[in-house]
């Protein structure tokens, strides 16, 4: 055959055939074999008239118009490659080895509500979950593998909804949870709901996995605990020279930054060189640098530029005390000032005793 364009009918390719050059089919060709490329293309459609060219698969033995359809459409005049290939396969797709989407965006389309569907198959033990759209709560669901629950809900307006535990961070020195832009007019930083009374909406846990404390929620009170077991405690002996310590410390009522109101405070590195443990942090310790950026510049939405930063400077590594570790101390210096007053009161109560008889002479 020569190379020139053949126009054919199915009739014609009866017998085995082998074609070099362009060839144009302008009718039906049905091929009982296999078509074998090499080194070449198929093209289908026309590139003078707008068409919608497709490829029908027939996998049933049966009289469907199609079992599976690949269909072109759309493009650009002058551009190649931008026109769309949509698959029919209700019965689903299926990708063997690595697959790869080049272009920016993968869609997924379905008409129903909780729709489309991407699972997420592991053929070992039959774990198949899967992610789908929820149109009516406009949320990304993450489904468990027997279809019976949502994990993780991801809204659209960005809230996050974890069914069960929710594990954050790992080994590496980084902040393992920042929570920003709270406030009044802007929500709190963390909302516990109660279940049950005695509910516990904080715990905490040393490295060897015993709890270090908790806060705990009893209607409508907040306990804050530290764990004080005896079975965790040794080597304890009574506090001495407690108003010794009290006396020691200094009491201060004033002004603190950013706040208008003055309160009542103890100035840490004072309290660290009386209470040492009362007290976290090394007194004029620095932090991390970081950059100070123009009037109305926000790195959290905009791409950060030289002209954007107009200073360096060097955070504050604060020293910070915990006032609940003064309370033991303070209670025994109570207690030693008890003592004294419980003598003295005998010592007076003697000396009445004392005066009242020699007046009675």
Same mark, same amino acid.
């Given at each position: 055959?020569?190379?020139?364009?053949?126009?054919?009918?199915?009739?014609?390719?009866?017998?085995?055939?082998?074609?070099?050059?362009?060839?144009?089919?302008?009718?039906?060709?049905?091929?009982?074999?296999?078509?074998?490329?090499?080194?070449?293309?198929?093209?289908?459609?026309?590139?003078?008239?707008?068409?919608?060219?497709?490829?029908?698969?027939?996998?049933?033995?049966?009289?469907?118009?199609?079992?599976?359809?690949?269909?072109?459409?759309?493009?650009?005049?002058?551009?190649? #490659? %931008?026109? =769309? +290939?949509?698959?029919?396969? $209700? !019965? *689903?797709? @299926?990708?063997?080895?690595?697959?790869?989407?080049?272009?920016?965006?993968?869609?997924?389309?379905?008409?129903?509500?909780?729709?489309?569907?991407?699972?997420?198959?592991?053929?070992?033990?039959?774990?198949?979950?899967?992610?789908?759209?929820?149109?009516?709560?406009?949320?990304?669901?993450?489904?468990?593998?027997?279809?019976?629950?949502?994990?993780?809900?991801?809204?659209?307006?960005?809230?996050?909804?974890?069914?069960?535990?929710?594990?954050?961070?790992?080994?590496?020195?980084?902040?393992?949870?920042?929570?920003?832009?709270?406030?009044?007019?802007?929500?709190?930083?963390?909302?516990?709901?109660?279940?049950?009374? #005695? %509910?516990? =909406? +904080?715990?905490?846990?040393? $490295? !060897? *996995?015993? @709890?270090?404390?908790?806060?705990?929620?009893?209607?409508?009170?907040?306990?804050?605990?530290?764990?004080?077991?005896?079975?965790?405690?040794?080597?304890?002996?009574?506090?001495?020279?407690?108003?010794?310590?009290?006396?020691?410390?200094?009491?201060?009522?004033?002004?603190?930054?950013?706040?208008?109101?003055?309160?009542?405070?103890?100035?840490?590195?004072?309290?660290?060189?009386?209470?040492?443990?009362?007290?976290?942090?090394?007194?004029?310790?620095?932090?991390?640098?970081?950059?100070?950026?123009?009037?109305?510049?926000?790195?959290?939405?905009?791409?950060?530029?030289?002209?954007?930063?107009?200073?360096?400077?060097?955070?504050?590594?604060?020293?910070?005390?915990?006032?609940?570790?003064?309370?033991?101390?303070?209670?025994?210096?109570?207690?030693?000032?008890?003592?004294?007053?419980?003598?003295?009161?005998?010592?007076?109560?003697?000396?009445?005793?004392?005066?009242?008889?020699?007046?009675?002479?």
């Amino acid at each position: 055959m020569s190379n020139a364009n053949l126009t054919a009918r199915a009739a014609d390719l009866n017998a085995a055939s082998t074609f070099a050059g362009n060839k144009t089919f302008s009718n039906n060709v049905t091929i009982g074999g296999g078509i074998y490329v090499n080194g070449g293309s198929i093209e289908l459609g026309s590139t003078t008239t707008v068409q919608t060219p497709f490829i029908d698969f027939h996998s049933t033995a049966s009289a469907n118009d199609y079992d599976s359809r690949i269909i072109a459409t759309g493009g650009i005049n002058g551009t190649a #490659g %931008a026109g =769309a +290939l949509s698959y029919v396969a $209700t !019965g *689903g797709h @299926t990708f063997t080895g690595t697959t790869q989407f080049t272009s920016s965006n993968v869609k997924l389309y379905s008409t129903t509500v909780l729709s489309p569907y991407l699972y997420l198959i592991a053929n070992s033990g039959g774990f198949t979950p899967f992610i789908r759209g929820n149109a009516s709560s406009a949320a990304i669901e993450f489904v468990n593998s027997a279809n019976t629950a949502v994990n993780l809900t991801v809204g659209d307006s960005g809230t996050i909804a974890a069914r069960q535990t929710l594990t954050v961070g790992n080994a590496v020195n980084a902040n393992k949870v920042i929570i920003s832009y709270f406030g009044p007019g802007y929500g709190a930083g963390i909302v516990c709901n109660a279940y049950v009374d #005695g %509910a516990t =909406a +904080l715990m905490t846990t040393s $490295t !060897g *996995g015993s @709890t270090a404390g908790s806060v705990v929620i009893n209607g409508t009170t907040t306990a804050y605990n530290t764990s004080s077991d005896y079975r965790i405690k040794s080597n304890y002996v009574p506090i001495t020279g407690a108003r010794d310590t009290v006396n020691a410390i200094k009491f201060y009522n004033g002004n603190i930054a950013e706040r208008d109101d003055k309160i009542d405070y103890v100035i840490a590195h004072e309290l660290q060189e009386v209470v040492p443990f009362a007290v976290h942090g090394t007194k004029d310790a620095m932090g991390d640098w970081y950059p100070v950026y123009r009037d109305g510049f926000d790195p959290a939405t905009q791409e950060v530029t030289p002209d954007d930063v107009i200073d360096v400077k060097q955070a504050l590594d604060l020293q910070a005390v915990d006032y609940s570790k003064l309370v033991p101390r303070i209670g025994a210096a109570v207690q030693e000032q008890d003592a004294i007053i419980v003598q003295l009161q005998a010592q007076v109560a003697d000396l009445l005793t004392r005066i009242a008889a020699l007046e009675a002479k």
